[in-house]
């Protein structure tokens, strides 16, 4: 009897020692984990588990775990019990493993968890409830959504720099274009007047004696012609250049335009029969850079007479519309083919229709920019073979420091 008595005590010791042990192993682990029996209720619970949902570990003993802990989904609706993991092992009997979902606080704040339920059974292998155990995983969030936002802004500056980089090689394109078209103008624009200056300057070395003075002073009226042509072709070039390289200043000066426009026209002295001016008869004084002033209209009436063949008249108008002076060139020319408007501003770019008529593609682009740098704005219409208009409009008064600005495309007539 005795030894009998000695051998219960012995194993309840043990079993004391083994269930401290366990106790021990439990308050030490870092994890939360608790334990339900079949309805659902808390058996036991771990310091760790308590602390991370501020709970005192008795008032959770007895207790619906999920009601304290695992009520509602993170955007605060409700989440049905028969739809949690935690008690899916009451009915499937196997492990159930959760990395997206949230338990509740005290305070009615959640956190990120990840937690496995693991069904427990007695030594005759029969259900009896469920250990759950769980983590805090808000760092590991916070480290994934910096981490992702990271790769987004860093994917964001990929994008950006392909971009650019894709923007810089197609610049390259069109800058090894435009040299291409320029060397190539450069060679058959100079050529045709260097060729005539040979050829003025060879007959008269060669016929001197016979040649009348007539004929001499007109082929030195030809050679001084084919260089002011060499020479406006090289200010064009050394204008886009300035342009370029935003080196060109803006000087604003008082201007009657009425008495600007006549003038010009009549500097154009061997087409007057053909130019006409209308429009005003008062003087419209504008505050405008002269010299961009006059390149732009000088250039438009250049090209007007240049493709308005049979000696058809060209028309200069000026009025004015609320704070812009309006100049209006009208020609019975040529016209614009529709597909030259979209590259009817860019350098050394020529109709389609101007056969062998002199020129080099430049006026234009210079007319765009010289507009664009005084605010203002160019309009074209056109019909092939019935003539163009172009409609210059710059603000009356300009600002000493202004930046270029982009005009309007042009316009079918």
Not at 9 to 34: D, M, P
Not at 202 to 207: E, I, M, P, T
Not at 250 to 263: A, G, I, K, M, T
Request: glycine letters at 6%; aromatic letters at 6%; one cysteine or more.
């Amino acid at each position: 009897m005795k030894s009998h008595d000695s051998a219960s005590r012995s194993e309840h010791k043990e079993l004391e020692a083994l269930r401290r042990q366990h106790q021990l192993i439990l308050n030490a682990v870092g994890e939360g984990v608790y334990g339900l029996d079949l309805q659902g209720n808390v058996t036991f619970v771990n310091p760790a588990a308590a602390a991370m949902i501020d709970w005192e570990m008795q008032d959770l003993i007895g207790q619906s775990m999920h009601r304290v802990l695992h009520h509602s989904h993170a955007d605060g609706s409700l989440y049905p019990r028969e739809c949690c993991p935690i008690y899916e092992v009451f009915q499937k009997g196997h492990i159930q493993r959760v990395t997206d979902e949230v338990f509740w606080r005290k305070d009615g704040t959640c956190f990120p968890v990840e937690y496995i339920s693991t069904p427990m059974r007695d030594e005759r292998g029969e259900l009896i409830g469920a250990v759950v155990t769980f983590r805090d995983i808000s760092q590991r969030k916070w480290a994934e959504a910096v981490l992702q936002q990271m790769n987004e802004d860093l994917e964001l500056k990929v994008k950006k720099r392909t971009a650019e980089l894709c923007a810089a090689n197609e610049r390259l394109r069109e800058l090894s274009n435009l040299k291409s078209r320029f060397v190539a103008m450069v060679c058959h624009e100079f050529r045709n007047p260097m060729n005539n200056i040979a050829l003025s300057v060879s007959s008269l070395n060669r016929y001197d004696e016979q040649l009348s003075q007539a004929q001499k002073n007109q082929y030195l009226l030809d050679i001084k012609e084919n260089v002011e042509r060499m020479a406006q072709m090289i200010d064009d070039i050394l204008v886009l250049g300035k342009l370029e390289a935003k080196r060109l200043r803006l000087n604003p000066e008082p201007l009657n335009l009425v008495d600007f426009c006549r003038n010009l026209l009549s500097e154009l002295a061997s087409e007057k029969d053909r130019l006409e001016f209308t429009g005003r008869h008062k003087p419209l004084i504008a505050k405008l850079d002269q010299t961009l002033l006059r390149s732009i209209l000088t250039n438009i009436l250049s090209n007007a007479i240049r493709y308005t063949l049979d000696g058809k008249s060209i028309c200069l108008s000026l009025f004015r519309h609320k704070d812009q002076a309006v100049f209006v060139v009208k020609d019975s020319g040529l016209g614009i083919p529709p597909e030259d408007y979209p590259h009817l501003f860019e350098p050394f770019h020529r109709g389609k229709n101007v056969s062998n008529i002199p020129g080099t593609g430049l006026g234009l682009s210079i007319v765009k920019q010289f507009v664009d740098f005084q605010q203002g704005d160019i309009q074209v219409k056109s019909q092939l073979g019935e003539g163009t208009t172009f409609k210059v409009m710059l603000p009356l008064s300009l600002p000493v420091e202004i930046h270029p600005t982009y005009g309007t495309p042009p316009e079918k007539g």
